[in-house]
């Protein structure tokens, strides 16, 4: 089990940039696959983007491909969302969470620990 702590949402006009940090408590971090899901009100969760335990394998939704950036630093138990070229339809509740099973994926079942979220707000 690995608690975590996510950071760095807010307000953001159209068109700009955040990075979104979790932070992991526990010795077992870097066996764990890591994703970003998001919410929007009324809407269910979705899948954002997944890193492997390595951060040599990543996998990320159409619809943020080419504009975010999943990555981790083993060493400092986090793992980053680099968001740019913001949307209003960007505007969620981000979560990280982690999966301990092998390659990234995208379905929600296969993570078992989840941050708190963090509220991501794009303005037009």
């Known amino acids: 089990q690995v608690q975590l702590v996510e950071s760095g949402g807010g307000l953001v006009q159209a068109g700009g940039s955040l990075r979104l940090s979790c932070a992991a408590s526990g010795r077992t971090f870097s066996s764990y696959t890591m994703g970003w899901f998001r919410q929007a009100p009324g809407k269910e969760r979705e899948f954002v983007a997944a890193i492997s335990w390595s951060g040599g394998a990543t996998y990320y939704a159409d619809s943020v491909k080419g504009r975010f950036t999943i990555s981790r630093v083993n060493a400092k138990n986090t793992v980053y969302l680099q968001m740019n070229s913001l949307k209003p339809e960007d505007t969620a509740v981000y979560y990280c969470?982690?999966?301990?099973?092998?390659?990234?994926?995208?379905?929600?079942?296969?993570?078992?620990?989840w941050g708190q979220g963090s509220q991501v707000t794009v303005s037009s």
């Open positions: 969470a982690a999966s301990p099973y092998g390659l990234p994926t995208k379905d929600k079942m296969s993570y078992n620990n």
